[in-house]
């Protein structure tokens, strides 16, 4: 029998829905039961693929193309569990359904409103694709009392009556700010925020609290009187060091506890959290540090590169490292003399990115790794400007860019219009739509033998990883670039398509078309990250 867990924010935004979600999911999972998470977001996009970066932040992309709420990325870090295209639905996409089906004559010529026929289209996503699943968490995006949202509240509280409340639960998230200037914490905004979630219907059976300092115990009472919830289900999330001590915080308050009673699930063998507390004990105490410089263009919007940087800490976890993060606009670089401030970092690494501003400042952060000899990491975008730069420095093809930014004489990275999915052929136009249409998902590389790359995937002849882009690095250079020392050493299995390249003349200098970030767990930390990272402490004690 399948539960659900419905969470709920309230108050303020960014309160960390998707942590605690990911987290409860992983207390659970380490109870020995089998978790899926999924996340309703309000907004009218069909999906994020389209949203700028300053406006969303990350797009996650799961296995099967789907592009996605980076929350997505927090669920699969924290249960291992990866998302399907099934986990993640917009308003956009449930009124898309709807529409498509009033078009089709499916609804018989009724009326079509937001109940019923609204709302159950999104509890047919609730309870869509799941098999023996024990728990099925779903966070609903945005704040109580947002307009956008109340359709999917509406939803979660029919689900409530209709599958009984012995197999739904509500979480809510809140605030409980501190007021400095009287030295108190206020609940009354928690208060008011569960008496908005009373209004549609819904009362919380658990409220987790974030604070910034301890709860006292009357406060937590108080809490608990005026919004009729038990005493020991006002659950306190107090902000702790690190990302990975949320699923240890909330078991020692004991909210999975509160989530076995109310289902009415054994609770005499609690979970085994071993394996969190070392990840912790990893990061509280490193062995050493390095810094790495992030040169990107979203840089003023860290959510933008978030699964980036969870994958750059697993590798330094994997190193016993701390890591400094320097985090630095590619435009910078575009002055002149300007990369010179890369003089103090162990390794360079150039995140993925559209468009041209930048890219020449991204060139010369590469020009620099290559010529200074400092550990470079090109993903997506950063791998096609390091075939840029090459070209352009080694080949002396001094016009060589990408079509991306216009006509060039040499384009030695190009648009893809046609590719090969599984065993059926994908094409684009380049006056096409932009949602969804790029090289979306999991797909197959095979590695050189012998390569560093190889080597650095334990000796694997094929991989499978996740991308999302419209560029390719252009076939027709492959023989050119490689004759000045550019190695191919991974390409798309009917060979047409680098996957892969490396400088075999170099300490570590590797550019990957994929977003090998996007599989990085803090129990399996990408090969790829461990390594760079690995090289990056090496040329720390090069310094």
């Not at 995006?141 to 009556?161: H, K, S, Y």
């Not at 919007?301 to 606009?329: C, F, P, Q, T």
Request: hydrophobic fraction near 35%; aromatic fraction near 8%.
């Amino acid at each position: 029998m399948t539960r659900f867990i419905f969470i709920t924010g309230g108050v303020v935004s960014s309160l960390g829905k998707g942590i605690a979600s990911a987290a409860l999911g992983a207390l659970l999972q380490a109870r020995g039961f089998k978790v899926r998470l999924r996340k309703l977001d309000p907004y009218l996009n069909v999906d994020p693929g389209t949203m700028s970066p300053y406006q969303h932040g990350e797009v996650y992309v799961t296995d099967d193309g789907a592009e996605t709420d980076l929350d997505l990325g927090h669920y699969e870090r924290f249960t291992g569990v990866s998302s399907k295209s099934t986990d993640n639905v917009t308003t956009g996409k449930i009124y898309s359904s709807v529409i498509a089906k009033e078009r089709r004559g499916d609804y018989l010529g009724a009326t079509i409103q937001v109940i019923p026929h609204v709302t159950d289209a999104i509890k047919e996503f609730v309870l869509a694709d799941l098999k023996d699943d024990d728990f099925v968490l779903c966070e609903i995006g945005g704040t109580v009392g947002d307009i956008e949202g109340l359709p999917f509240l509406e939803a979660i509280r029919q689900l409530g009556n209709e599958l009984g409340r012995e197999r739904v639960m509500y979480v809510h998230l809140t605030l409980i700010p501190h007021i400095p200037s009287s030295g108190e914490l206020k609940t009354k905004p928690t208060q008011h925020s569960v008496k908005e979630l009373l209004s549609v219907g819904i009362q919380p059976d658990v409220l987790l609290c974030r604070s910034d300092r301890e709860i006292p115990p009357a406060e937590r009472r108080k809490i608990a009187l005026f919004c009729n919830v038990r005493e020991e289900a006002v659950i306190p999330a107090t902000d702790v060091s690190s990302i990975y001590e949320v699923p240890l915080s909330y078991h020692a308050e004991g909210f999975d506890d509160q989530v076995c009673r109310h289902f009415g699930v054994a609770r005499e063998q609690g979970p085994d959290l071993h394996g969190w507390q070392e990840i912790v004990k990893r990061i509280q105490s490193p062995e050493g540090e390095v810094t790495i410089a992030v040169v990107g263009k979203y840089v003023h919007m860290l959510d933008s590169y978030k699964s980036l940087i969870e994958a750059l800490s697993h590798g330094g976890i994997a190193n016993h490292v701390r890591l400094n993060l320097d985090w630095i606009d590619s435009e910078v670089f575009e002055k002149e003399n300007a990369v010179r401030q890369l003089g103090d970092v162990n390794g360079i690494l150039v995140p993925g990115g559209f468009g041209e501003r930048g890219a020449e400042g991204k060139i010369a952060a590469v020009q620099f790794a290559r010529e200074k000899r400092v550990p470079y990491f090109g993903i997506c975008f950063g791998m096609q400007m390091a075939v840029v730069e090459i070209a352009r420095h080694l080949a002396n093809l001094e016009e060589a860019n990408s079509t991306e930014f216009g006509s060039t004489k040499d384009p030695v990275v190009g648009l893809m219009t046609e590719w090969m999915h599984g065993d059926s052929l994908e094409r684009r136009s380049e006056d096409g739509e932009l949602g969804g249409t790029m090289r979306l998902g999991a797909y197959p590389c095979d590695l050189e033998p012998g390569s560093r790359v190889h080597e650095i995937y334990g000796g694997a002849g094929h991989i499978s990883e996740r991308h999302r882009h419209r560029f390719e690095v252009n076939i027709n250079y492959v023989n050119q670039l490689a004759s000045v020392g550019l190695r191919f050493s991974g390409m798309s299995p009917d060979g047409k398509l680098p996957e892969i390249i490396e400088m075999a003349d170099h300490p570590w200098f590797i550019g990957v078309q994929f977003h090998p970030e996007l599989k990085s767990r803090p129990f399996e930390p990408h090969p790829l990250f461990t390594s760079f990272i690995e090289a990056a402490v090496k040329q720390s004690r090069l310094v």
